[in-house]
């Protein structure tokens, strides 16, 4: 498994800008890192690590890379797949950028109206998270098609068998206004960049998928409760009770577990991390299944009980918080929704 990311120990033990070399030396990468709460541990090497000390023996590959630049994603896709003898079974592309004052100008704020934001905001947000996101999916897409050529003759809809797959985290913001209108802009396009990928992919036998975690603890949103400013970026959302990435990991390995026909069945639709896991029996590392954004055991404690008690100036009875029924919302209506009440009510 290939780690790509900016987060290296390098970069950690040299400041802000670090260069990495593939393992043959064939090519040099400038890489510019942002260095998130060093005891953490969430470099690259460190999940690669992490990786090679699995049961199941798997082997962990750190790649530094910006993938702000055009041409870095190609690349490391061609090197994969050369050092694999063209074999390329699992693109996951998770990379995203928030954008900070360092990015954006100093009138920017995440939850602003689209006319006070900067143009750096979109670039922030849909440079990396939209444009690079397409350009590793137009490059690995010939290597995953040569691999499902490879698996064509023992693929089987009553068996379990490796299908390749695309998958796109993107987030409820693809569904529901989120953040800003930039951001929802971007995470529909992932979930639509899913869903034609696959009217195109399929008579290949290569699946994908757009994923939805939950609120999950990712080194960025870790690092912004260090920082202080979790709680106006989120509207006080708390992350002690997030997802884990890993979880989101756990997912990728229940669609794969899936039958050629299955999978190809669900390619280019939306998945959601704590919705699969109860469909597909896989847990948190906490071993939980927490409920899905779209659940009104998400909805209510999060929205609408803070709504009634700052109304009401009245606390929800805990007999009610605790029997909230595990209710998903039908897409149609959740797609309703608009800005959380305290987005409103602030502006």
Known sequence: MYCLGRTTTTSISSSNTTTGSSRDNATTTSITSTVWNQSLNLTIEAIAEQINNTNGGGMGIAIPCDLSQDGVIEGIIERVSKEQQGRLDVLVCAAYTVPTSSSSSSSDNLRDDFWNQSMDTWDAINGLGLRQVYAACRCAAPHMIQTATK???SLSSTTTTMTPLICLISSFGGKSYTFNVAYGIGK????RMARDMSYQLA???VATASLYPGLVQTE????MVKDGTWDSVSGNLDLSQ???PRFSGRAVT???SLSHKELMKRSGSVQVVAELAKELDFTDTNGLQPPSIRSLQYLLPNFVFPQLEKETGQP???WIRTNVPDIRIPWSVFSAFGPPPEMVDNR
Not at 188 to 191: G, S, W
Not at 220 to 223: D, E, M, Y
């Open 316 to 318: 929800v009875p805990d």
């Open 220 to 223: 960025a949103n870790l690092q």
């Open 188 to 191: 529909a396009a992932v979930d």
């Open 254 to 256: 229940a669609l794969l």
């Open 203 to 205: 008579k290949y036998g």
């Open 242 to 244: 997030g997802e884990t």
């Open 151 to 153: 698996y064509a003759e």
